[in-house]
Nanobody
């Protein structure tokens, strides 16, 4: 089992930055990749970014490339999502997730956190 706990969400203005954290516990040695997803009201859950746990290879949805950076600290068992130049359309509940196997860009991750709200005002 793997447990995930997100933190760092909040209310910010357009152009501001936020860093989301995802604390990972349990069988961390079994993790292949960590991902961040988001779901806005009335919309389907969307893949945002992912990173392989050991190799650090990163993947992003086009709408966040150049603004968001995913990273992980294996020693702290924590994944991060640095979000810069936030836009109102980034408003959503953000979820971190862990996958035990490839591929990285997919929706059926094995473990999910509870989500953290990010609201970007104009």
């Amino acid at each position: 089992q793997v447990q995930l706990v997100e933190s760092g969400g909040g209310l910010v203005q357009a152009g501001d930055s936020l860093r989301l954290s995802c604390a990972v516990s349990g069988r961390t040695f079994s993790i292949f990749a960590m991902g961040w997803f988001r779901q806005a009201p009335g919309k389907e859950r969307e893949f945002v970014a992912a990173i392989t746990w050991n190799g650090g290879n990163q993947y992003y949805v086009d709408s966040v490339k150049g603004r968001f950076t995913i990273s992980r600290d294996n020693a702290k068992n924590t994944a991060y999502l640095q979000m810069n130049s936030l836009k109102p359309e980034d408003t959503a509940v953000y979820y971190c997730a862990a996958s035990l196997r490839p591929p990285v860009v997919k929706f059926d991750y094995d473990y999910w956190g509870q989500g953290t709200q990010v609201t970007v005002s104009t």
